[in-house]
């Protein structure tokens, strides 16, 4: 299994709060992204990573930023939590762009 | 705007026979195409890919066949076990990207 590790696997939160998911890596890899999933909408990338601080958008990055100050480390942060972003987030990490995507174990996120 | 679906949420396949999972895509500009499995409380794991200059690719008992024409891929399970229950994702990669567009998942129960 690639080693990646999500913190906390679980958290349960207040709206306007602000939130830290933290994703480790222990492959090396360059690449490094951050997905949501929700019913109905499979997994959805939020941002991601090529190298360290360099980041860019996915396709539902409105009210997420991310920070990517070393090899192994990738956080997304939510400013001000929403109930909308209530969702399990994955991260992901890929040696190259192009090759298969390895997944991590996922963060239940609640925000009441 | 869904780009890559999977028209069936769920399907049920008795143990020894062939399971088809049918993705559809929208996007000519995908070149690169995967199917991951995902069990609950678990991240998905990557199973098999295909890139648009070939039409099929093996890996034991996973099978992924593209028809670009159609804009349609599939993935064969043959023999289907049990342990092939869970939820299966196909994801597409536009060229000269490194992001996956996902579809939302087809829940696969294999009845022993």
């Known amino acids: 299994d690639a080693g990646i590790t999500q913190s906390p696997r679980h958290k349960v939160t207040e709206t306007g709060t602000p939130v830290t998911l933290r994703c480790h890596q222990t492959e090396n890899h360059r690449y490094m992204y951050w997905y949501r999933q929700d019913p109905g909408h499979g997994l959805r990338l939020i941002h991601y990573?090529?190298?360290?601080?360099?980041?860019d958008k996915g396709e539902v990055s409105d009210g997420y930023s991310v920070s990517r100050s070393k090899t192994e480390d990738f956080l997304l942060t939510l400013e001000s939590a929403t109930s909308s972003q209530t969702s399990v987030y994955f991260c992901?990490?890929?040696?190259?762009?192009?090759?298969?995507?390895?997944f991590g174990d996922g963060t239940r996120l609640s925000i009441l | 705007d869904q780009q890559v679906k999977q028209n069936s949420p769920s399907l049920s396949v008795q143990e020894g026979r062939i399971s088809i999972l049918n993705c559809d895509y929208t996007?000519?500009?995908?070149?690169?195409f995967l199917w991951y499995k995902k069990y609950p409380a678990e991240g998905p794991t990557f199973l098999i890919s295909?890139?648009?200059?070939?039409d099929k690719n093996e890996d034991g008992r996973f099978t992924v066949f593209l028809n670009k024409s159609a804009k349609h891929l599939s993935l064969h399970i043959v023999p289907s076990q049990p342990g092939d229950s869970a939820v299966y994702f196909c994801a597409a990669s536009p060229s000269g990207t490194y992001k996956y567009i996902f579809g939302t998942g087809t829940r696969l129960k294999v009845l022993a």
């Open positions: 295909i890139s648009s200059i070939k």
């Open positions: 990573s090529y190298g360290v601080k360099d980041t």
């Open positions: 992901a990490i890929s040696a190259q762009g192009g090759q298969p995507q390895h």
């Open positions: 996007n000519s500009m995908f070149d690169y």
